[in-house]
């Protein structure tokens, strides 16, 4: 039962250009969206987040946007940096904490 | 500020024995929660503790239980260990019940033989 399904494996931008991570999800109970990074040997750190009453929020280069009535979330990184390569998880939150399957962005100078 | 630390970093099993995980919150977080992360899937949520007592649990069998210390450390028990338990298990720690900001420690590998 996946209900956070991130269907993209990798995903590879040029220094300087938008990453463009997407998501879709499947039950409308999920109240709150998260999405975190994870660098090799280490936990998935929390990056941004976004109410289910909201459709946009913004931190620094990361941007999340909320498509409810699609059941959609992406995360824009404007403009990427080598640094971001990782790979980024999408969670949504109801009773528990699920996550999708991670995509791997690599970054290139 | 010590962040989220987990005990041991690897582990090698074999089928039908038992292991014993552990996991040291942040510092003033007293909510403990535990994920499995297969290869190539993202984190499953197991249990979460709060105040000593198991709060919410997904969809793991039984051979997989808990515990909270007075100290809100907390650890991870799986019997009779099973090829499909081989994962990276992590603890995230908050502050509070629920799903707040999370923070991860870095996992335990364990393998199973």
């Known amino acids: 039962d996946q209900q956070v399904k991130q269907n993209s494996p990798s995903l590879s931008v040029q220094e300087g250009r938008i990453s463009i991570l997407n998501c879709d999800y499947t039950?409308?109970?999920?109240?709150?969206f998260l999405w975190y990074k994870k660098y090799p040997a280490e936990g998935p750190t929390f990056l941004i987040s976004?109410?289910?009453?909201?459709d946009k929020n913004e931190d620094g280069r990361f941007t999340v946007f909320l498509n409810k009535s699609a059941k959609h979330l992406s995360l824009h990184i404007v403009p990427s940096q080598p640094g971001d390569s990782a790979v980024y998880f999408c969670a949504a939150r109801y009773y528990d904490m699920r996550f999708g399957a991670g995509t791997r962005l690599t970054v290139k100078p | 500020d010590a962040g989220v630390t987990q005990s041991p970093t690897h582990l090698i099993k074999t089928r039908g024995q038992q292991v014993t995980l552990r996991c040291s919150p942040k510092?003033?977080?007293?909510?403990v929660s535990w994920y499995q992360q297969a290869l190539g899937q993202g984190p499953q949520f197991i249990f979460q503790y709060y105040e000593e007592e198991e709060r919410q649990r997904g969809n793991f069998p039984d051979r997989f239980s808990g515990h909270q210390f007075p100290n809100y450390s907390s650890e991870l028990n799986v019997n009779a260990l099973l090829l499909g338990d081989s994962a990276l298990y992590l603890c995230a720690s908050s502050l509070g019940p629920g799903y707040g900001e999370q923070f991860f420690g870095p996992g335990t590998r364990l393998t199973v033989l």
């Open positions: 976004i109410s289910s009453i909201k």
């Open positions: 039950n409308s109970m999920f109240d709150y």
């Open positions: 510092s003033g977080h007293d909510t």
